[in-house]
């Protein structure tokens, strides 16, 4: 990386993102540019739900339960429950 330009480490990369990361722009609309708030948002999602005392998962039972948790959160639960019902109906006549 010494000596290249911060446009040519991103081509380097096989991506020309510099076009993409206008941080100065998105800080004045108020966008979050760090990673904390995304690490806060998988602390609340994950971490409260799956993480407590004497919890123990296997990855589907974790991954239906964090997609649950996502629709409520997210405020998208019908259209999540109604997606679900659909799948299990062709499930069960398949």
């Known amino acids: 990386w010494q000596g290249r330009t911060k ?3 991103w081509r380097w990369c096989g ?3 510099e076009e993409r990361m206008k ?3 998105f800080k004045e609309k ?3 540019v760090g ?3 995304i690490e806060a948002g998988c602390k609340t999602v994950v971490g409260k739900r799956t993480k407590q ?3 123990f998962w ?3 039972g974790a991954q239906n339960i964090l997609d649950i948790r996502c629709a409520v959160i997210g405020d998208t639960f019908d259209g999540y ?3 679900r019902n659909q799948k299990v109906l062709k499930e069960l006549v398949a």
């Open 30 to 32: 108020g966008y979050f």
């Open 53 to 55: 005392s004497g919890m």
């Open 81 to 83: 429950w109604a997606d």
């Open 58 to 60: 296997r990855v589907t």
């Open 7 to 9: 446009s040519r480490s």
């Open 35 to 37: 990673s904390g708030v």
């Open 15 to 17: 991506l020309d993102m």
């Open 23 to 25: 941080y100065s722009t």
